[in-house]
């Protein structure tokens, strides 16, 4: 890993990880003492679940941590606003298509598709950070190269 990311993105993923490790891990804890409680733990569903939770729960908590520690911090603050960063919004169109959208560059945590808020890490990010208006991007996606131009910086 080593994503990019805001102070407010590591800020969330540091108050989840808090919460995984202290109110969740107890709540997990909790389910697996009363399931244990009912009996044979070879057939008991409320105790394999429970273990289930802890396993998943231990899962998201190494990510959190592996995403904290790998994160690159992004500035917001000494962007320059005159090209593309981090969300930043621009009014873009498809070459090839002819068509217009309006697009934000977001984190991976703020990823958006559905309302055009694009990752800086995926392949039209890369191709727009840092761009000024009137830049014309080629844009390697899987299968396909397609042209962008930056009509304006919202």
Do not use: W
Not at 35 to 42: I, L, P, V
Not at 46 to 66: F, G, V
Not at 126 to 132: F, H, M, S, W
């Amino acid at each position: 890993m080593n994503n990019k990311l805001t102070k407010e993105n590591i800020r969330k993923l540091k108050e989840e990880l808090d919460y995984r490790l202290t109110v969740k891990r107890a709540e997990i804890a909790r389910e697996k003492l009363e399931a244990a409680a009912h009996g044979d733990r070879s057939e008991n569903a409320e105790y394999k679940e429970a273990c289930a939770n802890y396993r998943e729960n231990d899962n998201r908590i190494q990510y959190l941590m592996t995403m904290i520690s790998t994160a690159t911090l992004i500035e917001e603050e000494t962007i320059d606003k005159s090209k593309l960063g981090i969300n930043s919004k621009a009014k873009i169109k498809f070459i090839e298509d002819d068509e217009e959208a309006i697009v934000t560059l977001v984190t991976t945590m703020d990823l958006a598709p559905e309302n055009m808020c694009i990752s800086i890490e995926s392949d039209l990010g890369k191709a727009l950070i840092e761009k000024r208006v009137h830049d014309v991007v080629e844009v390697n996606a899987p299968g396909e190269k397609y042209t962008v131009e930056i009509l304006e910086i919202l």
